[in-house]
């Protein structure tokens, strides 16, 4: 009976551990190493998966203590706390500061490239607006 137990506990544990990590998309840098993850409701963790920040479904971007940061504005505008034009997320995936330079690109498969189209990055199946902020514009 108590192996049968501690079978069921190492079970559930199991299925716990790939629902958590299940739900967060990984980001790796140019060299394929995991940096963070930003699960599907917006929490931006480290490597360790400790919370960073979030990115809420209205766009606003907040901090680990849950102070506003950031706006993304739905026409891929990025804002800074005081509402400050920072830069711009196309819907091409090209990004650009607020002189409308190019600082880089969020291809469709997820990778993330700076101006001069060397891979900074990996960031399958994010969102690009969130990929985007991630690569280019977050202090995290």
């Known amino acids: 009976m108590r192996a049968h137990f501690k079978t069921i ?24 190493k995991t940096v963070g993850y930003i699960k599907s ?10 919370t960073l920040g979030y990115i809420k479904s209205d766009g606003t971007v907040q901090d680990a203590s849950y102070r506003t940061i950031a706006y993304l504005k739905s026409d891929g505008t ?43 990055g990996y960031a399958k199946g994010i969102p690009a607006k969130r990929a985007a902020y991630f690569f280019f514009f977050s202090r995290f």
């Open 41 to 50: 409701d917006g929490t931006i963790q480290d490597a360790s998966y400790r």
């Open 78 to 120: 990025v804002q800074d706390a005081s509402y400050r034009t920072i830069g711009r997320i196309k819907s091409d995936g090209n990004v650009q500061d607020a002189s409308y330079r190019t600082l880089g690109y969020v291809k469709s498969d997820g990778t993330v490239q700076d101006a001069s189209y060397r891979t900074l």
């Open 9 to 32: 506990l190492a079970a559930a544990l199991l299925l716990t551990a790939v629902t958590v990590t299940g739900n967060a998309q990984t980001i790796m840098n140019s060299n394929y």
